[in-house]
């Protein structure tokens, strides 16, 4: 199942990535704290998202309108 994953870059920016596996989520984790996190997205290209901390991952899909 995929979901929402939620993440903290430098200078306090926040970055939201939909439609990621549980699987890409635990593997920015394991990252954490890195210079550079790099993981597969889509299983068809490797992202470099730099200086991230995991905040939260939601299965399923956020209702922006909702905030849930």
């Given at each position: 199942?995929?979901g929402?994953?939620?993440?903290?870059?430098?200078?306090?920016?926040?970055?939201?990535?939909?439609?990621?596996?549980?699987?890409?989520?635990?593997?920015?984790?394991?990252?954490?704290?890195?210079?550079?996190?790099?993981?597969?997205?889509?299983e068809?290209?490797?992202?470099?998202?730099?200086?991230?901390?995991?905040?939260?991952?939601?299965?399923?899909e956020?209702?922006?309108?909702?905030?849930?």
């Amino acid at each position: 199942m995929k979901g929402t994953a939620v993440l903290t870059r430098e200078k306090s920016s926040i970055l939201i990535l939909e439609n990621i596996d549980r699987k890409t989520y635990e593997e920015i984790k394991n990252q954490c704290g890195c210079e550079h996190c790099n993981c597969s997205v889509d299983e068809k290209r490797v992202v470099d998202f730099g200086y991230v901390l995991p905040i939260g991952y939601k299965e399923d899909e956020i209702d922006w309108d909702y905030g849930y």
